[in-house]
């Protein structure tokens, strides 16, 4: 019974110990990869883990955007962190504007914020470069 109870102090002690050392996602390229070709090829709900819960406007706002457009291919220019938990990224996009197919190249700044919440990056905002 002795052995019994040691046994289960060390087995709680170490589950604990797990749970309490969570480690921070870095941040890194594939973040952004994975929101700009979820755009590129209009899978709305892939874009969902990337922005705020429950932020509709946004969301409205995306998919209003690209409706009459399309993107033939994005790059990332630049990825600079500002801090810890913040990144700004760079994005460059060919874009196709329906129904004339006129071809744009257009910048667009993204700043990345980590959510503590839920332990993931987000985009808070996507500003167009002019």
Known sequence: ??????????TTL?????????HK???SALFPNNYNAALRWKRFDSIKPFI???????????????????????KI?????????????????????????????NNYIQYWEYDKKYEVWKV???IKDE
Request: contains cysteine; positive net charge; glycine residues 0%.
């Open 1 to 10: 019974m002795k052995y019994f109870l040691i046994l289960f102090i060390i």
């Open 14 to 22: 170490y589950s604990c110990n797990k749970t309490t050392n969570k």
């Open 25 to 27: 996602i870095e941040f």
């Open 52 to 74: 705020e819960q429950d932020d509709y406007k946004k969301m409205s706002k995306i998919k209003k955007k690209y409706k009459d457009a399309s993107i033939n291919s994005y």
């Open 77 to 105: 220019l630049l990825l600079k962190k500002i801090n810890n938990d913040k990144y700004k990224v760079v994005i460059e996009r060919e874009e196709v504007l329906m129904p004339s197919n006129t071809l744009k190249v």
């Open 124 to 126: 808070k905002s996507e």
